[in-house]
Structures are given as C-alpha cells and as structure tokens.
C-alpha cells in the first residue's frame, strides 16, 4: 500500500469542502483559474484582500458594465489584438450555430498597453465596456490589465502556440458582441 501524500490529503480535503458548500467542479475551477489569474497580476494584493479574485481589478470608472471592451471597437472593425497587446489568456461559451459553426465561441484576452490602473477608462463605442482595468485570464502565458478582447470560433490552443487548448466557460458571455462583430446568440 503507497503512503497516504500531501497532496492527496489536500485534495481530499477541497473535494470534501467542495461537496459540503454544495459547490460543482466548474464553480472550484472557475474560482481557481480567477485566484490564478489575480495572483499572476498582483501577488501580494491577491492573498491579502478580502475581495473575491474575480472582483481584483482597477476602480470603476462608470461603464455601461463591468466587461472589457471588444478589440474592433478600437481596431477599426479588425477582430485582432492592437499593437502593444498581446494574446494572454481565453475562455469560451457555448453559442448558435450560426454564431460559430461548432457551438463555441472563444473569447481571447489581449492584454499589455497598459501601464496601471490610471489607465482603466471606458471604451467610446456602446455598450461603453471597460478598458485596461480587468486582470485578464493567463492561460496563454501572459497576464496583465485587459486592453480588449477578440473572438473566435476556433480553439486559440491551435492558434497561438503559448496558449492552453483547454479553458473556462463563462456563459454569461454567450450573447456578448459589438457592432463591428455582428449578432451572438447563446446556444
């Protein structure tokens, strides 16, 4: 019989607490991958505030909602991260098939171009998201303030070679679009 490790009492320990709060696998990861993205963005300030990681971002400067902007609002119509951005990080909903042939929309953070929170605004195209104030997603290697986000109806794993082929889903995101990207609608 092989000893009794750490890391199987730890986890253990979470698959037990997780079954107590009545939690699900997806809560746990989502919480996981939100920790991980603040704690990549801001170390020390993700372990010491009370604040949930989901909510680690700059202040409120009064968007329409707390959403990053879409990258053609601010491209010229281009679904493409802007120059001094890169691709840092991804998750996806489930959508129409007239949205995306497979049924899954990708969501692609592009981060950098920012240098602080002095730099978090609202976007000048409705539906006036956000701008360089969410920490974005890291399973591309790069963390970072959000300057944008693009989609796509393909896996950004097979896309950019630094990024995972496995993320979150978020389908609150399902409908979310901008003029110069067309309708979305949830599956």
């Not at 909510?55 to 329409?64: I, K, Q, R, V």
């Not at 001094?84 to 899954?104: K, M, N």
């Not at 605004?121 to 409705?126: F, I």
């Not at 790069?142 to 979150?168: D, F, K, M, Q, S």
Request: with cysteine.
């Amino acid at each position: 019989m092989r000893p009794f490790t750490f890391p199987q009492r730890a986890t253990e320990a979470a698959a037990s607490a997780l079954a107590a709060s009545g939690s699900d696998r997806r809560d746990f990861l989502t919480r996981v991958a939100a920790f991980g993205a603040a704690f990549a963005a801001r170390p020390l300030s993700s372990m010491l505030r009370p604040d949930p990681a989901l909510a680690n971002h700059c202040g409120d400067p009064g968007c329409e909602t707390g959403y990053s902007t879409f990258c053609c609002t601010l491209t010229g119509g281009k679904n493409e991260c802007p120059g001094g951005t890169a691709v840092g990080g991804w998750w996806y909903a489930f959508v129409s098939g007239s949205t995306c042939p497979g049924g899954v929309r990708c969501y692609i953070d592009c981060v950098g171009d920012c240098d602080s929170c002095d730099d978090c605004m609202c976007a000048h195209d409705p539906p006036w998201r956000r701008m360089c104030c969410n920490q974005g997603y890291t399973n591309c290697g790069r963390g970072g303030h959000l300057r944008c986000r693009i989609v796509r109806c393909e896996n950004p794993g097979l896309l950019w070679p630094e990024c995972t082929i496995t993320a979150t889903t978020d389908e609150a995101t399902c409908s979310h679009t901008a003029a110069c990207l067309g309708d979305a609608k949830c599956a």
